[in-house]
């Protein structure tokens, strides 16, 4: 007699256990995205900077090298799930934490040199509102990943939250976004809404923090602009930058 196997696969239904597979390789293929657009973004101005161009700062090297160990590790997170490697990405997942933690500090030692500087598009004290909406975003979205690291379905859409969250500055550098704010939101929107189309059409439902996260990082692009230009921010703002 056949002894039956026990476990959620065991009794999982055959179109879950393929949801469950094609997902993981889902995540993955957000992170390549994030990767690609990460690339496109800064080819030019970091990775493939000609030697022509003026020497970046050491403080800028050490941001952006952080940043792009950041998405590197998370694909390196995704694919180490997709391919049942758990224990390893646990592992690695005390590595991005300290990843996580320098970006959210190197952050603002870079953007408020800048605007002091005026290098910020726009109006400097204004567009440094936004840049640093962005690493409190992300902040929020990186702590809460690690306190929901054991329901995975939360933790890793909060993952994707935050690595998305950081795309704008690269996707703004895009030949084609220069000058043109909708490419950016475009871009943006489509990553923001994959995963909850996704939920829809194998899950019936979408799940909260796709939607909700999602709709935050939406919402708070006017929020933060709509702040910037308020006679109170500007006061704070002046006032880092001294």
């Known amino acids: 007699m056949a002894v039956a196997r026990m476990g959620p696969v065991a009794d999982a239904r055959p179109d879950q256990v393929s949801q469950g597979r094609s997902g993981r390789w889902y995540y993955v293929g957000i992170a390549v995205a994030a990767l690609a657009v990460t690339f496109a973004g800064f080819a030019h101005s970091f990775y493939l900077r000609p030697a022509s ?58 953007a408020i040199p800048a605007a002091r500087r005026g290098a910020l ?42 690595t998305v969250n950081l795309l704008p500055p690269a996707i703004s550098r895009w030949p084609v976004a220069v000058g043109h704010p909708a490419v950016i939101g475009a871009v943006l929107l489509a990553f923001l809404a994959a995963a909850p189309v996704r939920d829809l059409l194998t899950r019936r439902r979408m799940h909260p923090v796709s939607l909700w996260g999602g709709l935050a990082v939406l919402l708070s692009v006017p929020v933060r602009f709509a702040l910037s230009q308020t006679v109170a921010w500007h006061r704070v703002a002046s006032w880092l930058i001294r």
């Open 53 to 110: 161009m003026p020497a970046l700062t050491p403080l800028v090297v050490v941001h952006g090298t952080v940043f792009s160990c950041w998405v590197l590790l998370f694909l390196t997170q995704t694919t180490l799930i997709a391919t049942g490697h758990t224990r390893v990405h646990r592992r690695l997942g005390v590595a991005g934490a300290g990843l996580a933690v320098l970006i959210v500090v190197l952050g603002p030692m870079v």
């Open 121 to 162: 598009p726009g109006d400097p004290l204004a567009f440094l509102l936004v840049m640093l909406g962005d690493l409190l975003l992300f902040a929020v979205f990186v702590a809460a990943g690690i306190s929901q690291r054991h329901h995975s379905e939360t933790h890793k859409r909060l993952m994707v939250l935050a």
